[in-house]
């Protein structure tokens, strides 16, 4: 199971790109209100129906865990003690977690990007504790997989269909979603 957890104020395309592209590339991800209300309302005021809340899901049966960032999103995320706890049960394991834009701070106050190249929004390289920061649009070092913003998160989601299943699909999927199209004639 792949896991997207929303947080009040949440980026609406860091979230709903990446989680649209996983699901097209046939893996199982599910919406994750980290509240008891399963409605979150995202950074622009749309409230989208998330799958389940935290109280309902087993971190154990996490193969990835995936944090959108927007405002005060991440925020919310980081504030959120049982998720900072299944986090780094995620992280001791070994398996991998991905974050974006404002959200890769969750990461860094938790200590766990130590040492690793990560990207995030500019203006947070700052919560990022111990990370090389690259500004890349999508970084991946070990089990960390980590987006630069908004215009990052089709190219996110593509890197985490690659990670997950194979290169063959995410660029079949590169190529029928027109990115390609898009990146060769913006």
Known sequence: MIYTFLAEGFEDI???????????AGLNVETVSITDEIVVPSAHGVGIVADRTLAEID???????????????????????????????????GRPIAAICAAPLVLGHL????????????????????ADYTAALVEQDGQFITGKGPGAAMALGYALVE????????DALREGMMYNFLMHNA
């Open 163 to 170: 990670l997950l299943k194979d290169k063959q699909t995410a």
């Open 111 to 130: 200590g766990i990007l130590e040492g690793k190249k990560a990207t995030c929004y500019p203006g947070f390289e700052g919560e990022l504790k111990g």
């Open 14 to 24: 860091e979230a709903l790109a990446p989680v649209d592209i996983m699901r097209r």
């Open 59 to 93: 971190f154990d049966d996490a193969e990835l865990m995936f944090l959108p960032g927007g405002l005060p999103g991440a925020t919310n995320l980081d504030a959120c003690q049982d998720l900072r706890e299944g986090l780094m049960q995620h992280y001791k394991a």
